[in-house]
């Protein structure tokens, strides 16, 4: 197998992707350049714990053939863009992190970049405009938010993501990083409320903010971090900002009466993973611990996208057209065990 010390290099990258709650379950991806025409990047629908070197995928940069026995990524387009605009890049990351990807719901790019983010990142990161994952409508507006500023190393993908990358991987990932910095510090100017630490789920068990309950056809979690506590307490419905949310939870993430009994909750969780529960917190459902995790974590930065959204008087919820494709195409590749 060619490039294995390189194949086993971005499946423990993606590994750090995941325990740094930059991506979840098997959502984002990693490449590498080859060789002038190609990379290879992580398969898709493969959780990087059961990625091999073998399921990684040669993608030709121009042609956008593939070699390999996995599908790859359906973000082969946005990478190949990558490579083809900037020839000193070797390694890109494509994130689902939380603030970054919270302000690309507003739709604005990024400017005056503080000294040392713009030494990084360049002088501004811009945003490209929305279109569906894997689609050559996302490649052509990632292209061309990477036109408008051939300095960036880093773009947002309007309430998706990020792409993040440089050359070498140390290099993607302190960019990755850098921009997160970046959107959390302009998080606290912009809203005047200091930053929400949205946990990862081993986080919030190692402080006691999550519980794991197994029930006969599957696993409950309860959940009350800082920023679900306090959309239960605002006791509506939430409404979908990212599209990751949008394949979880379709049209809408429902808060239910504080008083609401098991049946009621149970009855709610069949349809979708989470509920909120009016003043006390969230609650999740699946046969899936993986998908559990991930509705956690998806909802808690649908949550800071709302809020971030509401303050600004920018942005705007996800159309109901497309939260109902985005949850009809997940529900298709990942049917849910009622």
């Known amino acids: 197998m060619e490039n294995l010390e390189l194949r086993q290099t ?58 390999g026995d996995k599908k790859p990524s359906s973000e082969i387009g946005i990478h190949a863009a990558v490579y083809k605009l900037h020839p000193g890049v070797s390694f890109s990351v494509h994130t689902h992190q939380n603030y970054a990807t919270a302000f690309s719901v507003l739709g604005r790019d990024l400017t005056n970049l503080p000294d040392d983010k713009a030494a990084l990142l360049g002088s501004t990161v811009p945003v490209s405009a929305y279109a569906l994952s894997g689609t050559k409508s996302l490649q052509a507006n990632v292209t061309n938010a990477m036109q408008r500023f051939l300095g960036s190393h880093a773009i947002l993908m309007k309430s998706h993501g990020t792409i993040c990358f440089g050359p070498t991987l140390d290099d993607a990932f302190r960019n990755a990083f850098a921009l ?65 949310a949008a394949q979880l939870f379709g049209t809408k993430i429902r808060c239910l009466p504080n008083d609401a009994d098991q049946k009621h ?10 509920v909120l529960i009016k003043d006390k917190g969230a609650v999740f459902y699946s046969s899936s611990r993986e998908e559990c995790e991930a509705a956690f974590m998806i909802l808690q930065k649908n949550c800071l996208s709302s809020f971030l959204s509401e303050k600004k008087k920018q942005g705007e919820p996800l159309s109901v057209l497309l939260q109902v494709y985005e949850h009809s195409k997940y529900l298709r590749s990942h049917p849910r065990q009622k």
């Open 10 to 67: 971005i499946i423990d990258a993606g590994l750090e992707l995941y325990e740094r709650g930059l991506v979840t379950r098997d959502f984002g991806c990693i490449s590498a350049r080859i060789s002038n025409d190609e990379f290879l990047i992580t398969p898709a629908q493969t959780p990087y714990a059961d990625m091999r070197p073998e399921d990684l995928v040669a993608v030709s940069i121009n042609r956008l053939s593939c070699k």
């Open 180 to 244: 997160e910095k970046l959107c959390e510090d302009r998080f606290e100017e912009e809203t005047e409320h200091e930053v929400f630490h949205l946990y990862t789920p081993e986080e919030a068990e190692d402080r006691g903010l999550i519980s794991y309950h197994k029930g006969p056809n599957g696993l409950n979690i309860f959940a009350k971090t800082e920023i679900l506590k306090l959309f239960a307490e605002y006791g509506k419905d939430i409404e979908i900002f990212t599209d990751d």
């Open 265 to 274: 909750i149970l009855s709610a969780l069949k349809i979708v993973p989470a």
